[in-house]
């Protein structure tokens, strides 16, 4: 039998490849009847995340099977004679088949119905896909009677990670923002806005790290106060936003004796993108008085989460440090307390009116002055469909909770949380000084709270969705307790969470297996 020879002719600039089919046919003299000449169909271009499995859909028309027939699949960029498939002869013939590709690849459906390969369905099927498998496909097959080919473009995206804001303060009351964002492919598309307007950035430069994937960083003046975003995000996805409200510093007499010679200043960053939203909130200080010295030498070891130093722990590091955490039953009449289970006392006569304040706030043990802790709190009433709204999580260093509905819950009184706005379904609150707001896409129906004592931050996870909510850097002195508050008028509960058993393997997912140990 002859075996058909092949050569290539690439037409530059052109969507096709065309092969010249050289060697003899098979049957001589037998010319091939109308009936079994095809043509290469393809759809093209494809898209894929990195990672994911790619069909590249190609098939002969008018059906017919290509069971006997030679298919064979090629990257552009490749010699024709290392494959990334090679069907003939009724099996696959990977003596050829270029590595990268060895055992990612087969025959795929261009859709469910197609029939396969008995319909001509000669569909390339590429399991975990690469940035390197970006490029131009050629589907080739030839019968003994025809062949054709058709080329397809293959491009790998890859969605990077939110972007990072972080804000420096200029003298004439401006801020330089930059926007950080890295692990995109390809190239993404950044910008800027206000509240009202974009904003043309001062410059946007992108690198390209030694995997392949860009990174992209920008900055741009803005004056103070102001809400501002950037946004980066690939043609065809939805692209990921830091969000970023710059308030007004405040008053220098106000940190005096705290940290004097500072200024704090709290700002948000948002970033929105369901699952993967990673929400990166900073704490920035500005030097405001250079010329003091002394006390200040002890303020520059106050935590600057910056986005270039500064990480926070995933989700499963933070949750290798669970522990047991009891709620501090004081008898307290607004407060209902069952176990580890905690709501506001609905018959209770509020003194502090609709306003959430100390009055409600539950206190839990064991107290930490050092290491590392993490613990959950559950906002889902068992058996009902109902998400708690109003609520305060995180920590203090006050042994008993002052019964005074005009304490001030702030950061230099001992309090850190994060807590839930009842009444913006989109919002959550740090209690920094000025506040700062979050928009998240959903609220947390479990919140992990993680506290590094020795590094002085204390950070929020949002548990089913495995994502960062944000972190404080906190100046804790002496014992900190855990903080919780079952705020008004939601009749939800709280529910701490016992520590998993078998708290050994960090992959499987806390939640999953707390249900799994009530199951059993
Ligand atoms: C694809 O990647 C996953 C996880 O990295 C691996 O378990 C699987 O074996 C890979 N499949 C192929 C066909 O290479
Ligand atoms: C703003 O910050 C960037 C670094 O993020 C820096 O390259 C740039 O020079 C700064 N611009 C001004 C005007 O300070």
Known sequence: ?????????????????????????????????????????????????????????????????????????????????????????????????????????????????????????????????????????????????????????????????????????????????????????????LSWSDSKKALIPANVSFSKNSAGFYSVHSWVLVSSPSEVSCSVGLFNEAPKEARMHLGNPPPLQEESGFSAGWVAFGILLVAVLAALGALYFLYFRKKANKSKSGNDATDDNEPLLSAATWKPATPSEASKYYENVQLVDTGNPLITIQGSILRENINAKFPDGDRVTCLTVVRGSPGFSSGRHYWEVSLETANIDLLKTSWWIGVTDKHEIPHDDSFPPTKKNGFWFLSSCPKQEDTLHFNTEPETFIHVQSKPKTVGVYLDFDNRELSFYNVEEKCWIGSLAAKFTGEVFPLFNPGKGDPGTMKILPRPAQDQSNNTEPVAKLQKEQED
């Not at 093209?44 to 002969?60: D, E, F, K, M, Y």
């Not at 690849?105 to 690469?130: I, M, P, Q, W, Y």
């Not at 003298?171 to 492919?185: E, I, P, T």
Request: include cysteine.
């Open 1 to 189: 039998m002859g075996k058909p020879r092949v050569t290539i002719a690439a037409l530059a600039g052109n969507r096709m490849i065309y092969f010249w089919f050289l060697g003899l046919l098979s049957s001589p003299g037998c010319a091939a009847p109308v009936s079994e000449t095809f043509t290469v169909s393809v759809k093209s271009p494809v898209s894929v995340q990195r990672g994911q499995t790619a069909i590249l859909p190609c098939w002969l028309t008018p059906s017919q099977s290509a069971e006997d027939m030679e298919v064979r699949w090629n990257h552009w960029n490749d010699e024709f004679d290392t494959p990334v498939l090679l069907y003939k002869g009724r099996t696959f013939d990977n003596s050829s088949q270029k590595a990268s590709y060895a055992g990612r690849v087969s025959f795929g459906l261009k859709e469910e119905t197609s029939g396969g390969l008995k319909a001509g369905d000669v569909s390339l099927k590429l399991e975990n896909v690469t940035i390197e498998d970006a490029g131009k496909y050629i589907c080739y097959v030839s019968s003994s009677e025809d062949y054709d080919s058709a080329s397809i473009s293959l491009s790998v995206t890859e969605t990077g990670r939110s972007p990072l804001l972080s804000a420096v303060m200029k003298d004439d009351n401006k801020v330089n923002m930059s926007c950080q964002s890295d692990g995109w492919h390809p190239k993404p598309e």
